[in-house]
């Protein structure tokens, strides 16, 4: 059974630097698209960063350009997410996700096409 696994998270001041992990088991990440998305409290899950199976290709909304990085290790069937400077709007559980992908380079942003979800880990940056 495909699981995903995110850790990671916590509670840490503002401008603190923060780096998640997403484990997967039960199937190899190797050919999967992975994400991250967010989701604070009344709010709608929203994109955070997205990386091509290949690794090569990266992307995130203009918001948190320059200071969250996606990276991945294939051989250890995990995926990262550095948060540097973060900020107290930064606070809401984060959630990876992947999709099985056609192509080295594809990425996707939209929640909607990713086939596994993990359970997501709480990040509360406080001011």
């Known amino acids: 059974q495909a699981q995903l696994a995110e850790s990671g998270g916590g509670l840490v001041q503002a401008g603190d630097p923060l780096r998640l992990s997403c484990a997967g088991s039960?199937?190899?990440?190797?050919?999967?698209?992975m994400g991250w998305f967010r989701q604070a409290p009344g709010k709608e899950r929203e994109f955070v960063a997205a990386?091509?199976?290949?690794?090569?290709?990266?992307a995130y909304p203009d918001s948190l350009k320059g200071r969250f990085f996606i990276s991945r290790d294939n051989a250890k069937n995990t995926v990262y997410l550095q948060m540097d400077n973060l900020k107290p709007e930064d606070t809401a559980v984060y959630y990876c996700?992947?999709?099985?992908?056609?192509?080295?380079?594809?990425?996707?942003?939209?929640?909607?096409?990713?086939?596994?979800w993990g359970q997501g880990t709480q990040v509360t940056v406080s001011s």
């Open positions: 039960g199937f190899s990440i190797t050919n999967y698209a």
């Open positions: 996700a992947a999709r099985a992908s056609p192509s080295i380079s594809g990425l996707y942003t939209d929640r909607r096409y990713y086939d596994y």
């Open positions: 990386i091509s199976f290949s690794g090569t290709n990266t």
